[in-house]
């Protein structure tokens, strides 16, 4: 298996700007998960998706944040406008229905965002 | 009050050490711990799930105390290739509907050297 797959892996844009982040995840995962990491504040769950449809978006910061999954092999992370402040990396992770108290996520290798 | 907190470290220790990771986290309700790794510039992955028993996996051992809401790692005889961030994670909410709700701590810093 491939893994989770992310793109574009590097992104680097002005304030103001619209930003798509992108994440495939393992086929056959009911999970999707997006995360945010910066120095100060380390790895930060903006929002998840369960077959689909969003559960828990309580950690995305402000609306200029929207997520979508339109399908199980598919998710986006738009920001729009971007300010600097959101100069992190984005992570998508992705994990099976939980099996007893097992439920591992695995991660994709990020996407490096700078608003400059 | 953080949810989880760990020592951020650095630690910097000599190939062949024995060193011990802390955590403590603040939800009594927390089901589930895990120890990841993180190497620099890379993605988390799972060390190791941390069971109320303590577990092992070759030189490293977990053990979780619910009394302290407490966590620890240690690592046996370090190894190079053992530098890298180590996250506490906890899963914040006891079922329901919000499953997968990981918390990261913010890591704490090992580097091996010879």
């Known amino acids: 298996d491939a893994g989770v797959i992310q793109s574009p892996r590097h992104e680097v844009t002005e304030m103001g700007q619209e930003v798509t982040l992108r994440c495939k995840p393992i086929s056959g995962h009911d999970y999707l998960f997006w995360y945010r990491q910066t120095m100060m504040r380390g790895l930060e769950l903006l929002i998840y998706?369960?077959?689909?449809?969003?559960?828990?978006d309580s950690g995305m910061p402000e609306d200029r944040f929207s997520a979508k999954m339109p399908n199980a092999s598919f998710s986006t992370l738009k920001i729009q406008p971007s300010e600097p402040r959101d100069s992190a990396v984005y992570f998508c992770a992705s994990s099976l229905e939980p099996s007893g108290r097992f439920d591992e996520q695995y991660f994709g290798p990020g996407t490096r965002l700078t608003v400059t | 009050r953080k949810e989880v907190e760990q020592d951020p470290g650095p630690f910097n220790v000599p190939e062949g050490a024995t060193v011990a990771f802390n955590c403590t986290y603040s939800?009594?309700?927390?089901?589930?711990f895990f120890w990841y790794r993180q190497d620099c510039r890379k993605e988390p992955k799972l060390l190791m799930s941390?069971?109320?028993s303590g577990n092992e996996d070759g030189r490293f051992t977990a053990q979780l105390n619910r009394a302290s809401q407490y966590i620890s790692l240690l690592i046996r005889d370090s190894k190079l290739s053992d530098s890298a961030t180590y996250l506490c994670?906890?899963?914040?909410?006891?079922?329901?509907?919000?499953?997968?709700?990981?918390?990261f701590g913010q890591g704490t810093i090992l580097t091996v050297h010879p």
């Open positions: 941390v069971y109320s």
């Open positions: 994670v906890v899963n914040s909410d006891a079922g329901g509907t919000s499953y997968g709700k990981l918390t």
């Open positions: 998706f369960n077959n689909n449809v969003p559960i828990d």
């Open positions: 939800n009594s309700a927390s089901q589930s």
